[in-house]
């Protein structure tokens, strides 16, 4: 079992709210917590308090509390802080919907997760009301945050100015948030993170980063998502330092606001480190300010993170997390400057893990003689871990097992410095630009097409070494079914990062006995091509 190089830090027993603003300083209170560059305008930490506390005293008028789903289908803009905490300090569970998500793909969440209140933005209502209207949220209880005729709006509950009541939560088994991922196999699914697991990670992230009260930080990546979540939102909340809130990636964008707020701290996904690395107009802006770039939630190649670090004069760093980890479990530490990008880094505060071997389920121990282990499957342990998936016994029990270790579906290495390197994933997940594609979601999609008889969905790379989803179809004789065809049906249906963006007509797709579609003799096949 490999331990943290870090002493254990105490995780305050108490609700991410009381965490992050119960003792909310007067010097504090002042400070800017966020900025939208839409407007310009800035929101200081007091009013985005009593903000929260207003939306919470809303909702608890109408009920809304321990117990109520409520969905957040929203880009980042300053109001998503306001409003997802203004949920959790209600009592209610928060399900974040991602915002590129089609009506379907809103409405299988909102039932799944038996939301009851949506809140969006106006730009995205013609999707969420027809999701809405399809699993019978009314429109009181869908709720638009710059208003829209017909439907609540943050203005007016914040007019309303109540006080919310206090909430008794149990902080270890309350469910906080209800992100959805498809872990190992698999469709997407509730991923059940408690108060003590969102304060943990925040308690664990912060022993290992150089994050503070002065730094601006680009929030780029979606909050909806996990990394987003806890990394940018709580974490720089904590930190007391100011977010820069961005709707959606544009790298002129990217840049511009970098050199206006004068931004010095970054989070970012491998696809944004190649731009830094490589693209021309990088350097027609002045980002001398930034000072550290965080990269995740996909494989980083090392010598594009070293490129563009020294293109913009900042330390690249590299982390490592998943939805059912709150989600980091690994980050290179700020105080060394010995491993290098290409690795994850060490182990969080309150974290152990294993490595296991994929084909004898072994426990890996043995440090081979250039000081690295064998690779093996990616076991983790500690008080970040879900508490499991909704409504799903089966499948939390398929990845959390008896001794409270998750099973990642990520291959990894140790070294000897005490760091870690990702090198394989054995679960069917697809990651591309950061996001997840489940292939078993694509699969019962192309299925559904009256002219495929089989199919199966796994990630290849593309020319720039981008991961994307590639479907093998077993079409019906003389249906003169093409791959364009395909594409389209499927581009349809989903969310665009989820587009099928390769095809290959096939025979047969390779089944076990059992029925089980062989993704490694597909991707065998493939590197054989
Ligand atoms: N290298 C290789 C990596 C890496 C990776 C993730 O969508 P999810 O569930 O969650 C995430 C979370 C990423 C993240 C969170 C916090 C953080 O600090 C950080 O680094 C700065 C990253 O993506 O997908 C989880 C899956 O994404 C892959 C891996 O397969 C994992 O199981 N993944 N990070 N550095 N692969």
């Given at each position: 079992?490999?331990?943290?190089?870090?002493p254990?830090?105490?995780?305050?027993?108490?609700?991410?709210?009381?965490?992050?603003?119960?003792d909310?300083?007067?010097?504090?209170?002042?400070?800017?917590?966020?900025?939208?560059?839409?407007?310009?305008?800035?929101?200081?930490?007091?009013?985005?308090?009593?903000?929260?506390?207003?939306?919470?005293?809303?909702?608890?008028?109408r009920?809304?509390?321990?117990?109520?789903?409520?969905?957040?289908l929203?880009?980042?803009?300053?109001?998503?802080?306001?409003?997802?905490?203004?949920?959790?300090?209600?009592?209610?569970?928060?399900t974040?919907?991602?915002?590129?998500?089609?009506?379907?793909?809103?409405?299988?969440?909102?039932?799944?997760?038996?939301?009851?209140?949506?809140?969006?933005?106006?730009?995205?209502?013609?999707?969420?009301?027809?999701?809405?209207?399809?699993?019978?949220?009314?429109?009181?209880?869908?709720?638009?945050l710059?208003?829209?005729?017909?439907?609540?709006?943050?203005?007016?509950?914040?007019?309303?100015?109540?006080?919310?009541?206090?909430?008794?939560?149990?902080?270890?088994t309350?469910?906080?948030?209800?992100?959805?991922?498809?872990?190992?196999?698999?469709?997407?699914?509730?991923?059940?993170?408690?108060?003590?697991?969102?304060?943990?990670?925040?308690?664990?992230?912060?022993?290992?980063?150089?994050?503070?009260?002065?730094?601006?930080?680009?929030?780029?990546?979606?909050?909806?998502?996990?990394?987003g979540?806890?990394?940018?939102?709580?974490?720089?909340?904590?930190?007391?330092?100011?977010?820069?809130?961005?709707?959606?990636?544009?790298l002129?964008?990217?840049?511009?606001?970098?050199?206006?707020?004068?931004?010095?701290?970054?989070?970012?996904?491998?696809?944004?480190?190649?731009a830094?690395?490589?693209?021309?107009?990088?350097?027609?802006?002045?980002?001398?300010?930034?000072?550290?770039?965080?990269?995740?939630?996909?494989?980083l190649?090392?010598?594009?993170?070293?490129?563009?670090?020294?293109?913009?004069?900042?330390?690249?760093?590299?982390?490592?997390?998943?939805?059912?980890?709150?989600?980091?479990?690994?980050?290179?530490?700020?105080?060394?400057?010995?491993?290098?990008?290409?690795?994850?880094?060490?182990?969080?505060?309150?974290?152990?893990?294993?490595?296991?071997?994929?084909?004898?389920?072994?426990?890996?121990?043995?440090?081979?003689?250039?000081?690295?282990?064998?690779?093996?499957?990616?076991?983790?342990?500690?008080?970040?871990?879900?508490?499991?998936?909704?409504?799903?016994?089966?499948?939390?029990?398929?990845?959390?097992?008896?001794?409270?270790?998750?099973?990642?579906g990520?291959?990894?290495?140790?070294?000897?410095?005490?760091?870690?390197?990702?090198?394989?994933?054995?679960?069917?997940?697809?990651?591309y630009?950061?996001?997840?594609?489940?292939?078993?979601?694509?699969?019962?999609?192309?299925?559904?097409?009256?002219?495929?008889?089989?199919?199966?969905?796994?990630?290849?790379?593309?020319?720039?070494?981008?991961?994307?989803?590639?479907?093998?179809?077993?079409?019906?004789?003389?249906?003169?079914?093409?791959?364009?065809?395909?594409?389209a049906?499927?581009?349809?249906?989903?969310?665009?990062?989820?587009?099928?963006?390769?095809?290959?007509?096939?025979?047969?797709?390779?089944?076990?006995?059992?029925?089980?579609?062989l993704?490694?003799?597909?991707?065998a096949?493939?590197?054989?091509?």
């Amino acid at each position: 079992m490999f331990t943290s190089p870090f002493p254990d830090v105490e995780v305050p027993e108490t609700s991410i709210y009381d965490d992050l603003f119960g003792d909310l300083s007067a010097e504090d209170a002042a400070r800017i917590a966020l900025i939208d560059p839409a407007t310009g305008a800035e929101t200081t930490y007091g009013a985005l308090k009593a903000q929260i506390d207003a939306v919470a005293g809303a909702l608890a008028s109408r009920g809304v509390g321990v117990g109520t789903v409520v969905g957040l289908l929203c880009p980042n803009v300053p109001a998503f802080a306001t409003v997802f905490h203004g949920i959790l300090r209600a009592g209610a569970t928060v399900t974040t919907i991602n915002s590129l998500s089609t009506a379907g793909e809103i409405q299988k969440q909102l039932t799944d997760a038996a939301t009851t209140w949506l809140f969006t933005v106006s730009p995205l209502l013609p999707q969420a009301k027809t999701a809405a209207d399809a699993v019978g949220i009314d429109a009181d209880h869908l709720i638009v945050l710059d208003g829209a005729d017909g439907h609540p709006d943050l203005r007016a509950l914040l007019s309303e100015g109540r006080t919310p009541p206090p909430v008794d939560i149990d902080p270890a088994t309350q469910v906080a948030v209800l992100p959805y991922s498809s872990g190992t196999t698999g469709v997407p699914k509730g991923v059940m993170l408690s108060h003590r697991n969102l304060v943990a990670n925040v308690a664990q992230c912060r022993v290992n980063i150089d994050l503070r009260s002065s730094d601006r930080v680009l929030a780029v990546l979606p909050f909806f998502h996990i990394y987003g979540m806890t990394v940018l939102l709580n974490l720089a909340l904590k930190q007391r330092a100011t977010l820069v809130t961005m709707p959606k990636f544009d790298l002129v964008q990217f840049l511009e606001n970098i050199q206006r707020f004068g931004c010095t701290y970054l989070y970012i996904a491998p696809p944004i480190a190649v731009a830094l690395a490589k693209h021309p107009i990088v350097d027609q802006y002045d980002i001398s300010t930034v000072h550290t770039v965080f990269s995740g939630a996909a494989p980083l190649d090392g010598e594009t993170a070293e490129a563009a670090g020294r293109r913009i004069g900042a330390r690249m760093m590299q982390g490592y997390g998943m939805s059912e980890l709150s989600p980091v479990s690994h980050a290179m530490p700020y105080s060394r400057d010995d491993i290098p990008v290409s690795s994850v880094g060490t182990l969080l505060p309150n974290i152990v893990c294993k490595l296991i071997d994929t084909e004898t389920g072994e426990e890996i121990t043995e440090t081979g003689p250039e000081g690295t282990t064998r690779p093996g499957e990616l076991w983790i342990k500690g008080p970040n871990v879900m508490l499991g998936y909704l409504g799903k016994p089966e499948a939390t029990a398929e990845t959390l097992d008896a001794d409270g270790f998750l099973h990642t579906g990520d291959v990894a290495v140790h070294h000897e410095g005490g760091y870690f390197s990702i090198v394989d994933r054995v679960k069917e997940l697809i990651k591309y630009h950061g996001y997840q594609i489940a292939p078993a979601e694509l699969e019962a999609l192309l299925l559904s097409h009256p002219k495929v008889l089989d199919a199966a969905v796994i990630g290849v790379l593309d020319e720039e070494r981008d991961e994307i989803p590639k479907a093998f179809v077993v079409a019906a004789p003389d249906s003169g079914l093409t791959e364009e065809d395909v594409k389209a049906f499927v581009a349809e249906h989903v969310a665009p990062y989820k587009k099928v963006r390769r095809v290959e007509f096939v025979e047969a797709i390779p089944k076990s006995t059992s029925g089980k579609i062989l993704r490694k003799d597909l991707r065998a096949r493939e590197s054989a091509a």
